[in-house]
């Protein structure tokens, strides 16, 4: 009895481990074919999640760079300088009494006299107070050199005072403002100046007329450079996207220090006024235009 009842229960037993064999089996087989899927399709089936696959994230990534960073209209950038030449119809005059003492007091005060001279020299040689103005006054301590020896403590050795004024003079006639230029150096320098510097400018409306015409110059070349480009590109302008106004030199203002010792000598002993010519000057803008191309 017990000789039958073995081979039977081994049978049960090995029918047993086939099941679970094919089961797992079964299972390995089913992770395979998610696997696969997952990679073709870029979906994975397990849990009901969804993960892109590495084609589909680089695709979506390059949309995106597109997307964020599209292209400008297309355009030609070009810049145009354009000048003006014009003989300058105002002259500044600087003129400066510059005196120096041991004591402030005796500084200032000699220096009051010497500028009430030197005013009413500019006066005589038919400048109204109306164009004169004080530029600056400074009064300075006047210390002794250390240099060159170290150990040295500065001393007070005087003061210096200075009062500058400004002589704004103003013609039609180049000429004519040239002769009043050098009758006004004169006067001041015979007066006691002694220092002196020239410089030649534009009046307000005379820079306004100046800037109008070197900016529509500026924009003539600018246009005519974009055409240039654009038949060359084969392209057509269809507008202007922007422009704006660069960099711009005004009136080239010459200052030039004058000897106050050279001009009085030439008056004394010549008899002859100091010449001054204007000259020719020019005033440039530059701009920038953007142009819209098809």
Do not use: H, W
């Not at 397990?46 to 964020?68: C, M």
């Not at 050795?157 to 200075?162: P, R």
Request: hydrophobic letters at 40%.
């Amino acid at each position: 009895m017990e000789t039958n009842r073995r081979p039977k229960g081994l049978a049960n037993v090995t029918a047993a481990m086939l099941l679970v064999i094919i089961a797992l089996s079964s299972s390995t087989a089913l992770f395979a074919y998610f696997a696969v899927a997952g990679t073709n399709t870029g979906y994975s089936g397990l849990g009901g999640s969804s993960l892109l696959s590495p084609n589909r994230n680089s695709a979506l990534l390059a949309g995106t760079s597109q997307q964020a960073g599209d292209p400008a209209p297309n355009s030609i950038t070009v810049g145009g300088a354009g000048s003006v030449s014009y003989i300058p119809n105002e002259a500044l005059i600087r003129v400066a009494a510059v005196t120096e003492n041991k004591s402030a007091v005796l500084a200032t005060s000699s220096n009051a006299a010497l500028s009430s001279k030197v005013i009413k020299a500019l006066n005589g040689a038919g400048v109204s107070n109306s164009s004169i103005q004080t530029q600056g006054y400074n009064l300075n301590v006047v210390y002794s050199n250390c240099f060159n020896n170290p150990p040295c403590v500065p001393q007070i050795m005087g003061y210096t005072v200075s009062n500058n004024l400004m002589v704004n003079l103003t013609s039609t006639s180049p000429t004519q403002l040239g002769s009043q230029v050098g009758t006004v150096i004169d006067a001041a320098v015979e007066a006691g100046a002694n220092q002196v510097s020239l410089s030649f400018s534009e009046t307000n409306s005379g820079l306004a007329a100046l800037s109008n015409n070197a900016l529509q110059r500026a924009l003539a070349t600018a246009s005519g450079q974009a055409k240039v480009i654009a038949t060359s590109l084969g392209v057509s302008i269809t507008g202007v996207i922007s422009a704006s106004e660069g960099s711009s030199s005004g009136p080239q203002n010459f200052y030039g220090p004058v000897q106050f010792g050279a001009i009085a000598t030439v008056t004394t002993v010549a008899g002859a006024g100091t010449p001054i010519i204007p000259g020719s000057q020019s005033y440039t803008i530059n701009v920038q235009v953007v142009y819209a191309i098809t």
